[in-house]
């Protein structure tokens, strides 16, 4: 219970001691960071699921709220300039919108702060804030135990489904035959109501110049950060997360397409990023239905479970997307396999059965046979004691 409510939190990282409300679920040491910390911390890892505490509970967060990205960096530069200048601008000027927003919201914290110790103080001079006396509740004590025992058999009549004949004649009050008419303790529901996450992501509109971030909502997705670069679906292991996808096409489309391969990333379509599928979960499919034998359809209930646990009906249904890109990725693995990565030859140009894959238990001749096994001597004679049986 210690790790499910937060009292004046401070950061573990940062030595700016920032108010802590942000924790990975993913790290092994799930210590409360500040938005900063979180965002540093995790721009190498941005596939991590994170929760942020809302004063009450910890609510599921994203990374994408704390500003962390997707960089697609230039694989085939030289050493040390992966990034572009086209990169490092955007870089530079991403965070410094990011640390705005966090100052932004260390001053809310700190208000909210301030707000909590007003109350108490508060408090302390008003008798209807204060704790209540006590000396006079032992007064009253056996009044609320008679409540208590009454309260107790309308229940018992309720689910026995009688008139309540067992009452107390000083019991005037008319029992309901269903247990809505039963009074609830004070304060036993919450006071704001609950609704669930739309089908869809939302892109709120935006005017020119303004980060979609900024003004998306708890929930809404934005469309697009301050450069415009789009907000794309990447299914992973633990679910579907959502994040800006920072890239350049200064070496060519197709390098392009080649850096996000280097990410270890794979996209849906080479025309328009939206869906990503990262080689993990390829990874991890082909092997759950190689050795428990699940269908692409529960994996993707199991994908679909791990992004919303209580609304699984919510999520993109990239059901047929997982099946075409594990049709892709068998046949990428199998061209590793046979070794085109070190071949000139086209791809497609592959011949019949040179994608198959070496089996050393075959008996071979020339590699675990002899190439004069047909004429070997004891060959005649096993084949005669076969012939015998």
Known sequence: MSRESVEDATCARCSS???????????????????????????????HRIEVWTGT??????????GVYLLIKHHS???????????????????RFQCARDDVEQERAGQDRTDQGGYAAAAANDPCLSAPDFSVQDQSLDQDMAGDVRFDRRLNAVYADLDGPEMDEDDEEIVEDHLDALPLPRNYMPDRGFEAPQSRPQSPSRPPGQDASQSAGRGDIPAGDSFNNPYVRVVHTNGIHHLALVYCNCQGREATHCDIMAQSLIPTSFTRY???????????????????????YQYFQKIKRHT?????????????????????????????????????????????GELAIFCPACPQPGLNLSKTWDQDPQRSVTSERQEAY
Request: glycine letters at 2%.
């Open 77 to 95: 530069h030289p050493i040390g300039k992966a990034h572009c200048e086209t990169l490092t601008f955007q870089r530079k000027h991403l965070e």
């Open 17 to 47: 001691r920032n108010i802590a409300k942000w924790r990975c679920k993913d790290c092994t040491a799930a210590e409360l960071i500040c938005r900063r910390c979180m965002r540093n911390s995790h721009m190498a890892c941005p596939l």
């Open 57 to 66: 509970f910890f609510r599921p967060a994203a990374l994408w709220e704390t």
């Open 274 to 296: 939206q869906t990503l599928f990262t080689h993990a979960v390829l990874d991890d499919y082909r092997i759950t239905s190689l050795e428990c034998k699940a269908s692409a």
């Open 308 to 352: 919303s646990a209580m609304f699984p009906d919510t999520v993109p249904n990239l059901y047929h997307e997982l099946r075409r890109m594990s049709r892709i990725w068998r046949w990428l693995k199998k061209l590793k396999w046979a070794g085109f990565g070190h071949k000139t030859t086209d791809t497609t140009e592959a011949a019949p």
